[in-house]
């Protein structure tokens, strides 16, 4: 293990690390480097020691401090193989052990007690303030043998008898000793500390630039959030909490207080119930196979009306796969909906005129000139006869078919008012309407045996679109006197009214052949005739329902073939009819 944090260290450095890994400037590496400099300051001393009572006589200590230069090599050696603690404890023990033994044996004058003082540092610097308690013990421990070695008559070595001049010189040597040793701790610790405060400065500083760069992004993000009307929320799965942000309550019409952090059941309970399903199916992917979760759907406001909402999130799993945190953003999307509702219903109606086009092109050419080909063809008869009650025939003829072709071109001019005219509302009297429109049904009934009971009040006035509610009776009145069946004894179509609180309906009924069942849903289609030998162009029923659809009305058929037809206009009160009497 050669890494040390891709940081150069010094060649005493990596003599006292050896083998061991450990990044430059952290608390691991200060500690190795103090452990080992003292166990080489030990070993030292003991050098200098031995050198000094070589010089000066005196042998007995020499096995001492043999000793000691051995157990701090020792030190050394298990500081390096990783026995930090171990180390510590050793170097230090043995020093105390072996300065209480010289210090006790020797006269106050040689000085020697000067050694406890920088022996009671020590232990702070060795185990640091992590492990305040034992380096209190510790350096306790020293100044307690201090007291003993110097203030009692316990000696464990010979005293010898020493000379004035040799403990002067004892006594200088073990200042200088002792000073230096502590100047050493000293300046140890204090270097120590300059580097973290050096190092907390420079943590300091790029602190405060991260979290200016948080606060910018913070901003920046909450600005982007803000333009892009997003509401954000944050739902701690393994607690089945949802927080949400204020801008994600306000786009459900609710104030910041009125929801409180809530869990997926009450958030599901806002989803429209023909989504929820799919939100649930959707959700669940995402957290157990993370496929993307980007959803669209409707919640219910706090208004209680539904609205467009485009969802979109991401998880995050623990080790086990589990999910455990989802953060998302929802957008209203209601106006884009409605805009794409817009333009499917117009593309639909696009697709409805130019189908009706066709089909109106297709029928008009063949319908205009079915009766114009007819009148061609009486014409060439009628050259080639002399005879007056022929001629008045073929005259006849002709004006019939030149009223079928003037009907159908009224129906074509009431096909292209209903479409192009906007709806223009005016109060008329409906009974005095009705009463016209059955005048001029009354017309097409050769026998003259149809009644027409008309009850209705005669003075009922409507606020509704004069023109086309008389397209709507001519067209309802004429078919029923076509399709009337003259084989019944007694012939009647009635119109009358019924009107409550929430509808008005107007009901045309009549004894005629009916219409087939299989007919009914397409009678209203343009140009469809139930029959082959009808006289219509199938335009009128047709237009019915267009101008019903413009007033905001509907119709309703019951029929049964051979037992008559009725036909209910329908209008919801006020919205599309307004009505009164006078």
């Not at 590496?29 to 200098?48: D, M, N, P």
């Not at 063809?377 to 022929?390: P, Q, R, S």
Request: with cysteine.
């Amino acid at each position: 293990m050669k890494d040390l944090n891709n940081k150069k260290i010094g060649h005493l450095a990596k003599f006292i690390l050896g083998n061991q890994s450990a990044g430059k400037g952290t608390l691991l590496y200060k500690r190795l480097i103090i452990t080992g400099q003292l166990c080489l300051l030990v070993a030292s001393i003991c050098l200098i020691y031995l050198i000094f009572d070589i010089w000066i006589g005196v042998y007995f200590a020499i096995p001492y401090y043999i000793v000691l230069f051995l157990l701090s090599i020792t030190a050394f050696l298990l500081n390096q193989k990783g026995k930090h603690l171990i180390s510590r404890l050793l170097i230090f023990s043995a020093s105390l052990s072996f300065i209480f033994l010289f210090t006790s044996s020797e006269p106050v004058e040689s000085g020697n007690y000067f050694n406890f003082f920088p022996l009671a540092i020590s232990p702070f610097l060795l185990f640091g303030y992590e492990r305040f308690k034992l380096s209190l013990f510790l350096s306790i421990t020293s100044l307690s043998l201090f007291g003993i070695a110097l203030f009692s008559d316990f000696s464990m070595l010979p005293n010898g008898e020493i000379s004035t001049e040799i403990n002067e010189l004892n006594f200088f040597i073990h200042f200088i000793v002792a000073m230096l040793a502590t100047l050493f701790m000293v300046i140890t610790l204090a270097g120590a500390n300059f580097k973290a405060e050096e190092q907390l400065r420079k943590n300091e500083k790029e602190l405060l630039h991260i979290r200016s760069q948080l606060e910018e992004n913070t901003e920046r993000l909450a600005m982007a959030i803000s333009g892009a009307n997003a509401g954000v929320y944050d739902w701690d799965i393994k607690k089945n909490t949802i927080q949400y942000s204020i801008l994600w309550k306000k786009l459900l019409g609710y104030r910041p207080e009125e929801i409180k952090d809530e869990g997926i059941d009450e958030f599901m309970q806002m989803v429209h119930p023909d989504d929820a399903e799919k939100v649930n199916e959707k959700i669940h992917l995402h957290l157990t196979q993370n496929e993307r979760y980007s959803e669209v759907f409707r919640l219910k406001t706090k208004q209680g009306n539904y609205r467009w909402f485009l969802d979109a999130g991401q998880a995050t799993w623990d080790n086990e796969g589990k999910p455990i945190r989802m953060v998302g953003a929802l957008f209203d999307i209601t106006e884009k909906k409605l805009t794409e509702s817009t333009i499917r219903e117009q593309n639909t109606m696009l697709e409805k005129i130019n189908a009706e086009l066709d089909r109106f092109l297709y029928s008009t050419s063949h319908d205009l000139r079915a009766p114009l080909m007819s009148i061609l063809g009486i014409l060439n008869v009628a050259e080639n006869t002399n005879k007056i009650d022929e001629l008045k025939e073929y005259m006849q003829l002709i004006g019939d078919r030149t009223h079928k072709l003037d009907e159908y071109i009224n129906e074509i001019i009431d096909y292209t008012r209903n479409h192009r005219q906007e709806v223009r509302r005016e109060i008329f009297n409906l009974h005095a309407l009705v009463s016209k429109s059955v005048a001029n049904a009354t017309v097409l009934d050769p026998s003259g045996r149809i009644n027409f009971q008309i009850e209705i009040p005669e003075n009922l006035f409507i606020k509704s679109d004069y023109e086309r509610w008389h397209i709507i009776l001519k067209s309802l009145l004429s078919n029923a006197v076509k399709h009337h069946n003259y084989k019944n004894q007694y012939l009647w179509v009635k119109i009358y009214i019924v009107d409550t609180e929430e509808t008005f309906e107007m009901y045309i009924e009549d004894n005629g052949k009916g219409i087939k069942k299989e007919y009914q849903d397409r009678i209203f289609d343009m140009f469809f005739k139930a029959s082959e030998d009808a006289s219509g162009s199938g335009i009128g029923l047709y237009l019915v329902k267009e101008a019903l659809n413009r007033l905001a009305g509907d119709i309703e058929l019951k029929s049964n073939y051979g037992d008559g037809t009725s036909l209910c206009l329908k209008f919801k009160v006020p919205e599309q009819l307004i009505y009164l009497y006078r």
